[in-house]
T-cell receptor, first 115, second 115 residues
Framework: DTGVSQDPRHKITKRGQNVTFRCDPI?????LYWYRQTLGQGPEFLTY????????KSRLLSDRFSAERPKGSFSTLEIQRTEQGDSAMYLC?????????????FGQGTRLTVV | AQSVAQPEDQVNVAEGNPLTVKCTYS??????LFWYVQYPNRGLQFLLK??????LVKGSYGFEAEFNKSQTSFHLKKPSALVSDSALYFC?????????????FGKGTRLSVIA
C-alpha cells in the first residue's frame, strides 16, 4: 500500500495522559499536513511541514499540541495532558510541492477518545 | 481569509436520479477548488479539482463539478446517483496567490441515495 499511513487507528486514553500519533506520508511527498475532524464538522487545519520544516503552527489548538517531522519523512503529533475535548479524528495528509494546486492525499485517520 | 460554505447538511436523492451537492467559497484572489468524499471511519478521498481552464471538471466515479466565478460556486454533480455514492462530501478551497496556505474545508454534506 503506497498511500498515507496513520498509526494507531484508534486510541483510548485517560484524561491527563499524553498521546502520540504517527503519520507516514506517500513516498517523496514533501508536504505533510495534520488536520482535526470532530463530529459533524469538516477537517480543521492544525499544522504542516515542508520537508522537515514546520511552516505553520499557529493553528495548533493549544501549547499541549506539538508536531515533528525530524527527517522529512514520517511525522508525529503529540497531545500532552489530554482533555475530553481533544476527542476527535486526527487526519494526516501529504502532497508534492509542484505549485499551489496539488491535491492532498489523506490517511484513514486516528480516532482519539479521551475518557 | 478563505472560507467554504456547504449550505445543506443532508441531501437525499433516489437512485438513478441526478444529484447536486452545493458549495460556495470566499477567497481574496482566485481559487483552487476541490471535492473530497469520506466513507464511514475512513479518511478523505480526492474526487476532483478546478485549477484553471474549462469550468466543468470531471472526476472520479462519474462525478463532475462546475466552477462559476460570478456566483463563487463549485457545485458537485452526477447525472445518475448510485446507492454506493452515499457518503459525506467535502468542498475545499485554497487561494491561488496567498502563499503557503493549506486547504480550507466546508462542514460537509451527507448524501443519502435511496434505492
Amino acid at each position: 500500500d503506497t498511500g498515507v499511513s496513520q498509526d494507531p487507528r484508534h486510541k483510548i486514553t485517560k484524561r491527563g495522559q499524553n498521546v502520540t500519533f504517527r503519520c507516514d506520508p506517500i513516498s517523496e511527498h514533501n508536504r505533510l499536513y495534520w488536520y482535526r475532524q470532530t463530529l459533524g464538522q469538516g477537517p480543521e487545519f492544525l499544522t504542516y511541514f515542508q520537508n522537515e520544516a514546520q511552516l505553520e503552527k499557529s493553528r495548533l489548538l493549544s501549547d499541549r499540541f506539538s508536531a515533528e517531522r525530524p527527517k522529512g519523512s514520517f511525522s508525529t503529533l503529540e497531545i500532552q495532558r489530554t482533555e475530553q475535548g481533544d476527542s476527535a479524528m486526527y487526519l494526516c495528509a501529504s502532497s508534492i510541492l509542484t505549485g499551489m494546486n496539488t491535491e492532498a492525499f489523506f490517511g484513514q485517520g486516528t480516532r482519539l477518545t479521551v475518557v | 481569509a478563505q472560507s467554504v460554505a456547504q449550505p445543506e447538511d443532508q441531501v437525499n436523492v433516489a437512485e438513478g436520479n441526478p444529484l447536486t451537492v452545493k458549495c460556495t467559497y470566499s477567497v481574496s484572489g482566485n481559487p483552487y477548488l476541490f471535492w473530497y468524499v469520506q466513507y464511514p471511519n475512513r479518511g478523505l478521498q480526492f474526487l476532483l479539482k478546478y485549477i484553471t481552464g474549462d469550468n466543468l471538471v470531471k472526476g472520479s466515479y462519474g462525478f463532475e463539478a462546475e466552477f462559476n466565478k460570478s456566483q463563487t460556486s463549485f457545485h458537485l454533480k452526477k447525472p445518475s446517483a448510485l446507492v454506493s455514492d452515499s457518503a459525506l462530501y467535502f468542498c475545499a478551497v485554497r487561494d491561488r496567490f496567498s502563499g503557503n496556505t493549506p486547504l480550507v474545508f466546508g462542514k460537509g454534506t451527507r448524501l443519502s441515495v435511496i434505492a
